[in-house]
Nanobody
Framework: QVQLVESGGGLVQAGGPLRLSCGAS????????MGWFRQTPGKEREFVAA????????ADSVKGRFTISRDNAKNTVTVYLQMNSLKPEDTAVYYC???????????????WGQGTQVTVSS
């Protein structure tokens, strides 16, 4: 089993930065793919960023502003999403995701975190 716990969400002014963290524990994560998705009310959960080994992938809407990274420890993995130049349209619940494939679509996700709210004020 896998446990994913996000933190770091909150309220930030437009143009400001925010960093999300996701602690992953459970099964061996050394070869796992990790990623971030987000969702707003009435919309489908959408891809934001993913990391597969050392390769990174980003949605066009966040490219150049968001950066995904990870730290691998012996039994845990921490995944970060550094968000810069935030816009009001980035407001959403952000979910950490884990799986075995490149997580650019939600159908490939095997495990989800509980989500953390990010609100960007104009």
């Amino acid at each position: 089993q896998v446990q994913l716990v996000e933190s770091g969400g909150g309220l930030v002014q437009a143009g400001g930065p925010l960093r999300l963290s996701c602690g992953a524990s459970g099964r061996t994560f050394g070869s796992c793919s990790m990623g971030w998705f987000r969702q707003t009310p009435g919309k489908e959960r959408e891809f934001v960023a993913a990391m597969y080994y050392s390769s990174t992938f980003y949605a066009d809407s966040v490219k150049g502003r968001f950066t995904i990274s990870r730290d691998n420890a012996k039994n845990t993995v921490t995944v970060y999403l550094q968000m810069n130049s935030l816009k009001p349209e980035d407001t959403a619940v952000y979910y950490c995701a884990a799986g075995l494939r490149i997580l650019t679509v939600r159908e490939r996700v095997d495990y989800w975190g509980q989500g953390t709210q990010v609100t960007v004020s104009s």
